[in-house]
């Protein structure tokens, strides 16, 4: 393996860490602005309640499509056998695809656009991500 090949996998590596992190932070604040939203239907809940309503409440569900891609991330970051540029490629127009928020889109793009709309901190994490699949 040459240098310049070392280096591009360690760079990509770096990426895709930094990219994890900013997803993370982008689901929290959904989780958070969902979790708000809930509470003020059906008061306070513990933590432990946020975990069950998160795996398996329809309210949560469509947050499960962030943490995909964040598993699929993490399964990329730990595999023995180093990735593909065209996979990365794919993953990257896969991300910017599911982070398209539409008013008219399906069940995620909707509620990721009323989410953009309602909420700065989404707006900001939105901006991160972004940046990063630039």
Excluded: C
């Excluded at 070392?6 to 993370?24: D, E, G, P, T, V």
């Excluded at 708000?36 to 239907?41: A, H, L, M, N």
């Excluded at 949560?60 to 990329?76: G, P, T």
Aim: hydrophobic share 40%; charged share 20%; no cysteine.
């Amino acid at each position: 393996m040459t240098s310049n090949t070392l280096l591009q996998r360690i760079n990509q590596h770096q990426h895709l860490k930094n990219l994890r992190n900013k997803l993370l932070k982008l689901h929290k604040v959904l989780l958070d602005t969902e979790r708000i939203t809930y509470e003020q239907v059906s008061g306070r809940i513990s933590s432990g309640e946020l975990l069950q309503l998160v795996i398996s409440h329809e309210q949560f569900a469509w947050l499960h499509s962030i943490s995909e891609v964040i598993v699929q991330i993490d399964e990329i970051l730990t595999a023995d056998e180093p990735i593909s540029s065209d996979n990365i490629k794919q993953l990257m127009i896969d991300i910017r695809t599911l982070l398209s928020p539409s008013e008219d889109g399906n069940t995620f793009a909707r509620k990721y656009y009323t989410a953009l709309q309602g909420e700065p901190g989404v707006v900001l994490a939105h901006a991160e991500v972004s940046q990063l699949l630039a």
